[in-house]
């Protein structure tokens, strides 16, 4: 089982940036796939950006995020980071990190474990 717990969120400008982290605790990270996944209030859960736990950890982005937000991770820390930049209001959500995957990586419900979610609010 593995545990995550992430961190960073806040209020920010529209054009800002913020940089939030996913501790991870448990399992073995470097064999992990890890996530990021947006909700804002009244959507559904939706995809962010994900990296691999092979190929040096390769990325995949959501169209809308593609060019502003990067996830990195570090294994040596059990850390999974997302460097969100140009932030607009429509990034506003709570950001969720996730690991366990067992089906199509852009589906929320093919995610096993979910940390608690930090809120991140864009001010236009």
């Known amino acids: 089982q593995v545990q995550l717990v992430e961190s960073g969120g806040g209020l920010v400008q529209a054009g800002g940036s913020l940089r939030l982290s996913c501790a991870a605790s448990g399992r073995t990270f470097s064999s992990l796939s890890l996530a990021w996944f947006r909700q804002a209030p009244g959507q559904e859960r939706e995809f962010v950006a994900h990296i691999s736990w092979s190929g040096g950890g390769t990325t995949y982005y ?3 995020v593609k060019g502003r937000f990067t996830i990195s991770r ?3 820390k059990k850390m999974l980071y997302l460097q969100m930049n140009s932030l607009k209001p429509d990034d506003t ?3 969720y990190c996730a690991t366990d995957v067992r089906g199509p990586r852009v589906e929320p419900s093919s995610w096993g474990s979910w940390g608690q979610g930090t809120q ?3 001010s236009s």
């Open 62 to 64: 959501a169209d809308s």
């Open 74 to 76: 570090d294994n040596a």
């Open 120 to 122: 991140v609010t864009v």
């Open 93 to 95: 959500a709570v950001y």
